[in-house]
């Protein structure tokens, strides 16, 4: 079982950057595949990126390829989201979460864990 508490979010001018973070507790972090998800008030939860367990394979929606970039940490637990060039519709809640042995799946129900979420706040 593994717990996800994400930080780093804030307000933020249209075409700068952040990096959010995603801690983990629990054991055997390595093992996990790790993904962000993003959902605006009124809207669906959707994928954003995945990092696989293993061989760090990474998977992106297509509107984020080239603007954001997942990456982990496994000496730290932590897994991250470097978001550049944000738009004021990137606004939303961000999560992250965890499967087990899992590829970085877009598919939300594939994953086990999930965070609270942070906001992200892009003003024009």
């Known amino acids: 079982q593994v717990q996800l508490v994400e930080s780093g979010g804030g307000l933020v001018q249209a075409g700068e950057s952040l990096r959010i973070s995603c801690a983990a507790s629990g054991r055997n972090f390595k093992n996990y595949g790790l993904a962000w998800f993003r959902q605006a008030p009124g809207k669906e939860r959707e994928f954003v990126a995945g990092i696989s367990w293993i061989g760090g394979n990474t998977n992106y929606a297509d509107s984020m390829k080239g603007r954001f970039t997942i990456s982990r940490d496994n000496a730290k637990n932590t897994v991250y989201l470097q978001m550049n060039s944000l738009k004021p519709e990137d606004t939303a809640v961000y999560l992250c979460?965890?499967?087990?042995?899992?590829?970085?799946?877009?598919?939300?129900?594939?994953?086990?864990?999930w965070g609270q979420g942070t906001q992200v706040t892009v003003s024009s």
């Open positions: 979460a965890a499967q087990f042995y899992g590829l970085g799946s877009d598919s939300r129900d594939r994953y086990d864990y």
